[in-house]
């Protein structure tokens, strides 16, 4: 019949259609929400809401040669989201955001590509900092922060190699990487959001006060073998009950060269979570040390919830340290654990 013989496959392909447009959307939405944490360079400028960027090219094709320069050309008090936008490049310069100078985006080209390299040793944490930012509402993407001087155990100097002091309150990276040899990433205080960032180091290499999710963060140890005692990836410093302050990590991973503690106590309230992180062999047996440090580690709150990983057993961890269960975890697992829906630009 001819009509039949027409119409039916006719309506057939639309049902067909119709299908493939709905498994479209569907698996859009799936991809979508599967991917939903996943922000980047554009949702960031997007969000941030202005196209005006300011360009830093290190051959001259800008605004400005170097990173520095544009951040002093951003007004005093500036109160609008003002876009600096680095070109690829490595950028050898100390950088410093001052305290009046807030809502600044310092957007690169992908960690790969644009790097602030500096090379500072001193006594001094902050002085020895390749990058500061000392402004409230900072935000940094694809960018790599690197403090080359030659520091830790096996050299004689005590000096400190910081790649970035992150001094303010509302601060986040997204894609970024920060490199040294010894304390790498001085989170001293304020809330901060770390997405999708490279951290390397040997000693105390996450330390400060900040209260600060670390999200899918990656965690390469260079444990040195000249070295006596194993270093710690991170180094509290919460010194009473009533502070809000604490170091999260939420998914990502840790593995590398070497054998290191996941954190040491550092102070009578030192707080730090790693919650669904993969632990590679190089976390030792104890996960947790309260080497050089007098105190009681009693009031310490150094946790794991749901690690994996041949470097997760909980068998031999010392006796202070704490797995959490779904209801000690839940406070930790989103961004309301620094308020991050009121002022994360990605979630505004
Ligand atoms: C911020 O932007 C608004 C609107 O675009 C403008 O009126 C105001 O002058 C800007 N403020 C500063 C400090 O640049
Ligand atoms: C250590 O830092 C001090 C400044 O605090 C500096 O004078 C000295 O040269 C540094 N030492 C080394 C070996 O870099
Ligand atoms: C570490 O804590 C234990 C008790 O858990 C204590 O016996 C030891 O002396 C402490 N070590 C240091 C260096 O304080």
């Known amino acids: 019949m001819p009509s039949s013989s027409s119409t039916l496959p006719w309506a057939k392909n639309v049902a067909y259609v119709h299908f493939l447009v709905m498994s479209v959307l569907i698996s859009d939405v799936v991809h979508c929400s599967s991917d939903r944490n996943v922000i980047d360079s554009n949702l960031l400028t997007q969000k941030i809401g202005t196209r005006r960027a300011t360009i830093v090219d290190i051959s001259g094709q800008g605004d400005f040669r170097t990173i520095q320069a544009a951040i002093d050309a951003v007004p005093e008090g500036n109160s609008n989201w003002t876009i600096i936008h680095v070109r690829k490049g490595v950028y050898r310069e100390k950088v410093h955001i001052p305290r009046n100078k807030p809502f600044i985006f310092l957007r690169g080209n992908g960690k790969g590509k644009t790097s602030i390299v500096w090379s500072q040793s001193s006594v001094d944490n902050y002085q020895s900092a390749a990058f500061l930012v000392e402004s409230q509402n900072f935000v940094a993407f694809g960018i790599s922060f690197k ?65 600060s999710m670390f999200h899918n963060c990656e965690i390469f140890v260079i444990g040195d073998k000249r070295a006596e005692i194993h270093g710690s990836i991170t180094a509290h410093s919460r010194r009473s009950a009533g502070e809000n302050s604490g170091f999260v990590f939420v998914g990502g ?65 010392a006796k202070w340290s704490k797995q959490l269960d779904d209801k000690e975890v839940a406070p930790f697992l989103s961004i309301d654990y620094i308020n991050g829906k009121q002022w994360l630009p990605a979630w505004l």
């Open 147 to 211: 403090n080359e001087a030659p520091t830790g155990i096996a050299y004689t100097s005590r000096n400190q190699s910081v790649a970035a002091f992150v001094g303010a309150d509302k601060v986040a990276f997204y894609h970024c990487a920060f490199f040294s040899s010894h304390n790498t990433l001085f989170d001293y205080k304020g809330r901060h959001y770390y997405d999708n960032c490279y951290i390397q180091g040997s000693i105390d290499f996450i330390f400060g006060r900040g209260q």
């Open 253 to 317: 991973k840790i593995y590398g060269v070497g054998s290191l503690y996941l954190g040491r106590a550092n102070a009578p309230f030192s707080r730090v979570v790693f919650a669904n992180t993969y632990f590679s062999r190089t976390i030792v047996p104890q996960g947790w040390t309260n080497w050089s440090y007098a105190g009681s580690p009693d009031r310490v709150y150094l946790a794991e919830y749901k690690c994996h990983g041949p470097g997760s057993a909980s068998k031999d961890r």
